[in-house]
Structures are given as C-alpha cells and as structure tokens.
C-alpha cells in the first residue's frame, strides 16, 4: 500500500489526545541543531532531569558500547558519543515512557518491546555489514519502527483488536490485516506522528515506507535497512511483530544494501549477540 496523507489524516482525526513531543526533547532538538552549543550546556540540560540521566549512564555504561572505563557524567557521554547518539538515547526513552504500560490486546507490550529492540540491533549489525559507520541513526529508526503499532493499539483499540482478529483468522502479515481494516498501515501512522514531533526527515520517511522501499527516495538505503533488519528479527523469532509471518525481502532492498545471500548466516548470528546486548533498553520500561 502507497503512503496516503489524507487517508492517514482521516484516521488520526478521530485520534483524541495523540502524545507530543516531550519537553526535553524539544529543547534538545534545537541545543543541538546550533553549531555554538557545547556539550557542557548539553550536559547540563539533560541532567536537569535525573531519570534521563540514569538511563543515559546505565546504557553508555552497558556492554552494548562496550566502553573500557566507566562513564560518570553525561557531559563526559556526549563528548565520548557525540550529540546524536545522546539524542538517540533520550528520544528513546521517551517513546518509552510515552507508551509505557500493558495493553488488554491479545498483543503483549513486552513481544512487542523486545522485537523493536531485536530490529535496531539487526539495523545496526545490517548498516556495519554494508560499510556505515553512523550506525546509532540505524538503531533509532529500528527501534521506532513500529510505534505506529503502539499508537493504534492505545488510541483505536477496537480496531486494533480487529486487525489482530484477523490476523489470526488469515494467518496474514499485520500490515496486511491493517489494509484490510483501516485502510491504513501503523507504519504510515508513525510517520505522521513523527512529523508532528519534528523528527528529521529521513527518519519519518525511512520509518513510514519500511514494509515498501520502494516509495522512498532520499532514503532508499536506511529504509532498506529497517526493511531487512525487520525481517532478520522476525526470522530470528525475537519478540513479535503481531503475527506469525516472515515476509518476503523487497528486491528494491536487495538491491540497495548491495548484499549477497553468503552474508545473512553471518549478519543472523552477529543480530543474536546485538540483541542479546541491546536488551538493556528493556530497563526503560
């Protein structure tokens, strides 16, 4: 299914109270945008709220980076880091506590979690495997991939439900089960929302055309990526994606990231150890 805005806006209408950015997160968009902010002033603002900060230093500090000696301040992380992995940091522990809680859907938050984090990590592994030294972009739009998903569950449950119903009744992709009853996908969703949020355009589009890379232009290669990454975690069987399907890779993304086949055995084992290591994430719920 194409991209639809007005389809898309005609399903958020009847969205009451959809979640916007948070305040950290704003001010932090703009700090860094600024060629004159320093790490200091960047420190300072993030340590102004102590439970960003915790996180920050438990994940810098986990064997995910895999740094040698401790990091003990988030001045010392950005300077280690860099601006856009703290950022990356910060944006995910607010998607976190944005849509934190459980769901009455037969879909249990945790699978869900688990294979959004399993997809950054395959992101990750996928952008080093194709010679990218940027990989925290990876990760994050992994990672985000599928709120769509979060966003339709919390805010139309009923039709949520629906689509898992059928789902299970077609044994179909839920992508699928979504054009069949919204007419819209939770990626397309998740677009739209981080537009609302002012997110870079590369990641709303990557995020919004990842079941179809095809339909991205500027950023054909890194939605090949979450296309694939996405796929790897589903083969893997780390957490769900909402049904029991691995689908098919598109030959757009073959043909983008520029892979042969004699590459997935060793990008499949290298997402299991990734993942493994990525679940400090999980902390953030």
């Not at 990672?143 to 009923?158: A, E, P």
């Not at 290669?221 to 996405?230: E, N, W, Y």
């Amino acid at each position: 299914m194409n991209p639809d805005p007005e389809r898309v806006r005609r399903l958020v209408g009847r969205v009451q109270g959809l979640p916007t950015l948070p305040a950290i997160l704003q001010r932090l968009n703009s700090m860094i945008v600024d060629p004159h902010t320093t790490a200091k002033q960047v420190g300072q603002l993030i340590s102004s709220d102590p439970a960003v900060t915790a996180r920050i230093l438990k994940v810098v500090n986990s064997a995910f980076y895999g740094f040698p000696s401790r990091i003990t301040t988030v001045t010392h992380a950005i300077v280690i880091l860099g601006f856009n992995t703290v950022k990356s940091i910060v944006l995910s522990s607010s998607i976190f506590d944005t849509f934190r809680g459980q769901s009455e859907s037969p879909y249990r938050r945790e699978d869900f979690w688990k294979h959004s984090i399993g997809t950054g990590a395959a992101c990750r592994v996928i952008g080093k495997a194709i010679g990218y030294t940027a990989l925290e972009d990876f990760f994050i739009a992994g990672l985000l991939h599928d709120v769509g998903k979060i966003v339709l569950d919390q805010y139309l449950h009923d039709d949520f439900v629906r689509v898992l119903e059928v789902v299970e009744k077609k044994d179909c992709l839920f992508v699928e089960a979504e054009a069949e009853v919204l007419g819209v996908t939770h990626a397309e969703v998740a677009g739209w929302l981080f537009e609302q949020w002012k997110l870079s355009k590369g990641l709303v589009q990557a995020v919004a055309c990842h079941h179809n890379p095809a339909l991205s232009d500027e950023v054909q290669k890194i939605t090949s990526v979450i296309h694939l990454g996405d796929i790897v975690c589903r083969a893997l069987q780390i957490g769900s994606g909402g049904d029991r399907k691995i689908p098919a890779c598109s030959p757009t993304a073959w043909e983008a990231l520029g892979l042969t086949e004699g590459r997935i055995p060793e990008i499949l084992r290298a997402t299991e150890e990734e993942a493994e290591r990525a679940m400090v994430f999980l902390d953030f719920l």
